[in-house]
């Protein structure tokens, strides 16, 4: 077994650079909060630089296909910002969770590269409608019939990024199928959700028109590979939710006076602010190591969904962990809904559960590792 | 100490009831009518609304009542006036205040806050800048207050200020009676992650106390607050709760309710929660047990300790148990409520309530603390901020 790279390149570096300073920009947390409160739960605006104008949106997509020709391991990099700034964008949904859906369908056939190529240079904004908790090796329940005239019916709940896609892939029975959002019989409906800034709806259907893209099998696998591929760069953004949190709690820490002293001189408050860093640390290389694998692995491969399956059972309780004591450590400050501390406990703890709790990925290690249940 | 037993109790309750029939009695007279019975809370003195009794007797009143369908006096709106102003006024307070205040503030009519912590001041309460300047047999007081639960709801505030910054911060504060309809107190809601405002900031502007209204000796107010601190412990983390009462309840229904949200991975979790839960619960009774007479001392901390660990460990874990359930929540919308209910809506409320149960009443950390020095007497950290003027500290 050759050992994974787990630094960053140097293009790896830049388009942090360029990602970090556009989201200082436009997705402070001030705004982040306010967004929350509109109708609109994603930033358009910001979507459409982060999208298009960076081509962001196109990174796991191949230059012939519209894209970057990047891969995981640069669209981790993409996804650890945006856990920095819990920004309300749908990177994870339209350009991992989606593209991924398509990329594992035949390219070669125009309703599948047309789709991809309008999602990859950001012009459109497509979700994959599954009922989230959804993880890799557990094929979702399908609840969409198709019927003889290729229409879609039936109901899909909890879809994170269906609100505000113009472009669902359905997987109903007998496929995988494409679905304009605005057209007649589809109904997206708003889910309140504990992660106000990754938004969840129930998708209805009743007689959508929609184009098949992919056949039984096949649907199959292009789900699986969307969700190992989802659940691998959900990593990257558990990273950067940790290291979020801890950065803002080392600040104040240094910062909040009691007892005539900052609060970071307590060692109490030292020693476990340490712990936390030696667990962003892992996690970072859990991450790296997941964004690699998925690079150099593709989604079949068993290397792949073992790393994959170590970084979700670790990073999302590191994220999790990191984000309880950034709220803890803040005292009462910390329970306001003012102080952005309460974005990253929610995306952190919807992160956690979304694409495989710990335990569901601890089970993959338990088959993957060969040590079965007793 | 009264001699009054169980049976003693029950005859006196079923006098009550005889007296003042529920179905056809008005709610505030009733609890009226119970106070003045004794039967309000009754290891408090006889006239207070208690018969001297051993406070482990409680329960038995309360069973009779609860089974002749009496109305009860709502305890979580209530909650800060009977956990903590209630036993310090009964400690500390003349009997002029005793007579005034204990008996509105048990049935409900007037509702109390604690105007204690402040925007420099949590953890570190003894270094609060509120000022309180005598002038004569008034008090004006000026500062801000801050996590004021229930400010919007109080009639009165159990408040602490500095009246001598020229002495050592743990020695020039002195605790009073505050009354909120003041109209130099100004209550502005605080929004919490879980959408409510439950507390508030409270602006005091030459807000003017009688001397009448001091609670203890001026300058004492730290030992008088100490009093009520050690009581929120307890109130907080202390209930007492029968087996799968407060938040492990909550997830174990649903746990026998939702077959298919089992793993064999949370299944593990819950049992290992479960019995942590019945043990914090069996070690609480034990504490009880201990004092059954007498006030809270450092112990009632590590209930509180236990309380807040458990109940964010039980609460993040039905979050996932439920999964899609989970990742939804129920509204957030913007409300002042009228109490708190640490197990109530749904659980991403709980989730979320719950991460507020280590920082008030104490942090955890600050709770650690006083269970490293005061029970296991271990040497404290060296302070230089003990023996200085308040107004000399660094700031
Ligand atoms: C939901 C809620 C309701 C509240 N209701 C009220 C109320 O009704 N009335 C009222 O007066 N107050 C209330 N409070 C305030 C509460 O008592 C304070 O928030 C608490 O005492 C902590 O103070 P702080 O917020 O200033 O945090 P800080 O004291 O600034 O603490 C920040 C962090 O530093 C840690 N820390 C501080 N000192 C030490 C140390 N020596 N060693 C190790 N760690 C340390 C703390 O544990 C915490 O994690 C409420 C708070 C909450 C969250």
């Known amino acids: 077994m050759t050992e994974p790279d787990l630094l960053y390149s140097e293009a790896e570096t830049d388009l942090r650079s360029a990602v970090r300073s556009l989201l200082a920009d436009r997705a402070q947390p001030a705004a982040v909060l306010a967004r929350g409160e509109t109708a609109d739960p994603y930033d358009a605006g910001l979507w459409r630089v982060l999208a298009a104008d960076m081509g962001t949106a196109g990174l796991l997509v191949p230059e012939k296909l519209g894209g970057q020709g990047a891969g995981p391991r640069e669209t981790a990099v993409v996804l650890e910002e945006l856990g920095r700034s819990v920004a309300p964008v749908p990177y994870l949904t339209s350009a991992v969770l989606a593209a991924s859906a398509l990329l594992a369908c035949d390219t070669a056939r125009d309703e599948v590269a047309g789709p991809l190529r309008a999602l990859a240079e950001g012009r459109r904004v497509a979700a994959l409608a599954i009922p989230l908790p959804a993880a890799p090796g557990a094929p979702p329940p399908v609840t969409v019939r198709a019927d003889a005239a290729g229409t879609l019916s039936g109901e899909v709940s909890a879809v994170a990024g269906a609100a505000g896609a113009e472009l669902l892939l359905v997987r109903a029975d007998g496929g995988l199928y494409t679905v304009d959002a605005a057209s007649e019989g589809v109904r997206v409906t708003g889910i309140t959700a504990l992660d106000r800034t990754r938004p969840l709806a129930r998708v209805t259907l009743a007689g959508a028109p929609a184009r098949r893209v992919a056949g039984e099998e096949r649907a199959t696998a292009a789900v699986d590979a969307a969700l190992l591929a989802g659940a691998g760069l959900l990593a990257s953004e558990q990273l950067g939710i940790a290291e979020w949190c801890l950065a803002e709690t080392v600040r104040y820490a240094g910062e909040r006076y009691q007892f005539g002293r900052p609060i970071g001189s307590f060692q109490a408050v030292k020693h476990r602010l340490a712990e936390l860093w030696l667990q962003v640390a892992s996690a970072r290389a859990a991450a790296r190591s997941a964004a690699d694998a998925l690079a150099a692995d593709g989604a079949g491969g068993v290397e792949a969904a073992l790393a994959v399956a170590v970084a979700q059972s670790y990073c999302g309780q590191v994220a999790v962990r990191a984000a309880e004591e950034c709220v803890q450590l803040h005292g009462g400050i910390g329970m306001t809904w003012e102080h952005p501390a309460h974005l990253y406990l929610k995306r952190a703890k919807a992160d956690q559960i979304a694409l495989g709790a710990p335990g569901r990925h601890r089970e993959t290690v338990a088959a993957l590792a060969d040590l079965p249940a007793p | 100490m009264s001699t009054i037993d169980a049976d003693g109790l029950r005859r ?132 801000q207050k801050v996590w004021t639960s229930g400010a919007h709801l109080a009639r009165w505030a159990i408040l602490i200020a500095r009246t001598d910054p020229g002495l050592p911060k743990h020695q020039g504060i002195t605790y009073f009676v505050c009354d909120m309809s003041d109209p130099g107190v100004e209550v502005r809601p605080l929004r919490q992650i879980t959408g409510e405002a439950e507390f508030n900031e409270v602006f005091l502007t030459g807000v003017r106390i009688p001397d009448a209204h001091r609670l203890g000796g001026v300058g004492e107010g730290w030992r008088v607050a100490s009093t009520t601190l050690m009581n929120e412990r307890v109130a907080i983390g202390g209930a007492r709760v029968p087996r799968e009462g407060g938040m ?49 001392g450092p112990e009632g901390s590590g209930l509180k300790l236990s309380f807040a660990r458990l109940n964010q460990e039980i609460s993040g874990l039905e979050v996932e148990l439920l999964g899609a359930d989970g990742l939804a929540y129920d509204d957030w919308t913007m409300r002042r409520p009228e109490g708190v209910d640490f197990t109530g809506r749904d659980a991403g409320y709980r989730y979320l309530r719950a991460k507020g149960n280590s920082i008030e009443g104490g942090t955890s950390e600050v709770l650690l603390n006083i269970v490293a020095e005061r029970v296991l007497g271990l040497p404290p950290e060296p302070r230089t901020d003990k023996d200085v003027a308040w107004k000399d500290l660094p700031r």
């Open chain 2, 248 to 296: 492990i309840g909550v997830v174990a229904e649903t746990w026998r309710a939702r077959p298919e949200l089992r793993t064999h991975d949370l299944h593990q979790r819950l049992l290992t929660l479960w019995v942590e839960a019945e043990v914090a619960r069996l070690t609480g009774e034990r504490l009880r047990q201990q004092l059954a007479v007498g006030q809270p």
């Open chain 2, 12 to 143: 006196r309750t079923a006098a009550l009831l005889a007296a003042h029939d529920p179905a056809t009695t008005d709610r505030l007279d009733f609890l009226r009518a119970r106070f003045d019975a004794g039967l309000a809370w009754v290891h408090f003195p006889a006239g207070l609304g208690g018969l001297d009794a051993p406070r482990s007797l409680q329960p038995v009143v309360e069973a009779e009542l609860a089974a002749a369908g009496a109305p009860d006096n709502d305890p979580r709106r209530i909650g800060i006036g009977l956990g903590m102003a209630a036993p310090t006024i009964l400690r500390y307070g003349t009997d002029e205040q005793k007579q005034r205040f204990l008996r509105p503030l048990w049935t409900g009519e007037e509702v109390w806050c604690q105007l204690f912590s402040e925007p420099g001041a949590g953890s570190d309460l003894a270094a609060l800048a509120t000022r309180a300047v005598r002038d004569g047999d008034t008090w004006t007081v000026d500062g």
